[in-house]
């Protein structure tokens, strides 16, 4: 039995072995490689904003409103006369360390109801999935309006009304893996000899969810921008006039013909980080695929 637990344990990513084929398996996807190569440069020059960008982004210059671009303001200006330019790289790093907290209170809040019901089931089970269910009657972006609505807008107000609403994925997919692990011979083994429940839960099955939940997280950092920037659009997270890309997406709505810049640059930082943290998701997902393991 002790040689069975250590061999599943080994199969379920104990070695350093199983890291390193996961990664080689990830270094062949193009679409991954390219989607960490986009996400590595818009997080890396977005951190560096302040270094990097020319202009504040709350510098006001009514001479150069509505510039497009050129030298000396490569995104153009916006009505105020506020750098573009500017403006994306820091609203880019409030977007994605925003979608990353947000993702981190809904593994937070999701994870533990999950363990819970996947692994001691009976009324507990009952209880979570129903709460789960409501929460799931309500389209994302609907529940996180609501959840606003009753904490009032502001950015961390938007990061946990985020977090909330991507809650229920994780919980329903921690549920699901653990009623197929808790069943697994390894487990079975762990009790065997001795092994607390706290310490099966814990130790083995936690453990042997990190592939899925690392894989869901980056699918959910795509939603959490979408989730956000939409909230920020409608003004309900971030308020004028800090630079983040969905907000700097309404300010440019109503100049869409003779200011065209103003909008696409930040939608266009929305749809390349998105679309790379998909890219990402898929190749995480190949490389740790079980069935691929062979």
């Keep these: 039995m002790n040689k069975e637990l250590v061999a599943n344990w080994l199969l379920r990513?104990?070695?350093?072995?199983?890291?390193?084929?996961?990664?080689?398996?990830?270094?062949?996807?193009?679409?991954?490689?390219?989607?960490?190569?986009?996400?590595?440069?818009?997080?890396?020059?977005?951190?560096?904003?302040?270094l990097i960008a020319p202009y504040d982004p709350l510098l006001m210059d009514p001479e150069s409103n509505l510039q497009s671009p050129r030298v000396g303001h490569l995104f153009g200006t916006d009505r105020f006369g506020r750098d573009v330019f500017s403006r994306t790289l820091f609203g880019g790093w409030k977007t994605l360390k925003a979608a990353l907290l947000a993702v981190g209170?809904?593994?937070?809040?999701?994870?533990?109801?999950?363990?819970?019901?996947?692994?001691?089931?009976?009324?507990?089970?009952?209880?979570?999935?129903?709460?789960?269910?409501?929460?799931?009657?309500?389209?994302?972006?609907?529940?996180?309006?609501?959840?606003?609505a009753i904490l009032g807008p502001g950015i961390n107000n938007a990061m946990i009304a985020v977090g909330i609403s991507l809650t229920p994925s994780y919980v329903r997919l921690v549920r699901s893996e653990v009623m197929s692990l808790k069943e697994r011979t390894f487990v079975e083994a762990a009790r065997a000899l001795g092994a607390s429940q706290a310490r099966i839960i814990g130790k083995h099955i936690l453990r042997n969810l990190m592939e899925?939940?690392?894989?869901?997280?980056?699918?959910?950092?795509?939603?959490?921008?979408?989730i956000g920037a939409s909230l920020n659009f409608l003004g309900m997270g971030v308020q004028p006039p800090t630079p983040e890309w969905g907000a700097d997406?309404?300010?440019g709505r109503d100049f869409l013909k003779i200011g065209w810049w103003i909008s696409i640059f930040p939608g266009l930082g929305i749809m390349l980080t998105i679309l790379?943290?998909?890219?990402?998701?898929?190749?995480?997902?190949?490389?740790?695929?079980?069935?691929?393991?062979r």
Excluded: H, M, Q
């Excluded at 869901?216 to 959490?224: D, K, P, R, Y």
């Design 276 to 293: 790379s943290f998909n890219l990402i998701g898929d190749g995480l997902r190949d490389a740790l695929d079980p069935k691929l393991r």
């Design 249 to 251: 997406l309404a300010l």
């Design 13 to 50: 990513g104990g070695s350093s072995a199983y890291w390193i084929s996961a990664f080689r398996r990830f270094r062949k996807n193009k679409g991954a490689l390219v989607g960490l190569a986009v996400v590595t440069v818009i997080f890396v020059s977005c951190s560096l904003a302040p």
């Design 105 to 148: 209170v809904a593994a937070l809040l999701g994870i533990i109801p999950g363990l819970i019901a996947g692994f001691y089931g009976i009324w507990l089970d009952s209880v979570i999935s129903r709460l789960v269910d409501i929460l799931l009657a309500f389209p994302g972006i609907l529940l996180a309006l609501t959840i606003i």
């Design 212 to 226: 899925t939940i690392i894989v869901l997280s980056t699918v959910e950092l795509g939603w959490a921008i979408v």
